[in-house]
């Protein structure tokens, strides 16, 4: 790797995490996301993939690196150069569920997303809401099914969750949520 492609992972990396700590575990919008940051648990993979198939082959050799590293509990493929295109990206999203479930991964790892563009079905473009799964970069967020189970064990009404993001990023506004992304 270049000097200059290593800065640019650094700046990436940097970039995401400072999202995670101001967005996602700042306002609470996943609840367990600030332990396994505190433990150093979670990945970053950066990779340069613009095209499915390339995207699709990093998953595959995340999952088999998770089956390797019992200790990372969660991985975060962020993709800075490829699928701008919301709607590419949703694509990509849709191939790479069907990896997990027909490529013998099904019950063990499940996928969440995250995009710069992220818009919920049926919700307007300008939807402070959207904000609750938006990023920085495209990412696909890779987790362990068992650890997601044993949390949702522990966490009074996991069913609520969705529905107070809503809330409190509705409250918040999408300037505000924007400035944070920013």
Known sequence: MSISAKMGNDTVEISVKNWIE??????????????EMERNTVRYAIFPAT??????????????????LQDIQT??????????HFDNFLDMLEMAN??????GYGGIY??????PDYCFDGEEQNDPANYTNRS??????VLRESSVEAVLKRYPQPESIPENNIAKARQLGSSFLNALLK
């Open 136 to 141: 920085p970069y495209p990412i696909l967020h």
């Open 22 to 35: 101001k967005v996602i575990v700042g306002l609470n919008f996943c609840p367990f996301a600030k332990k």
């Open 75 to 84: 991985t975060l493929l962020i993709f800075p150069q490829g699928f701008i």
């Open 110 to 115: 499940q996928l969440a997303s995250f995009h």
């Open 51 to 68: 095209q499915v198939k390339d995207a699709l082959s990093h998953l595959l050799e995340e999952l088999a690196l998770l089956d390797q």
């Open 98 to 103: 069907t990896l997990i479930r027909h490529g």
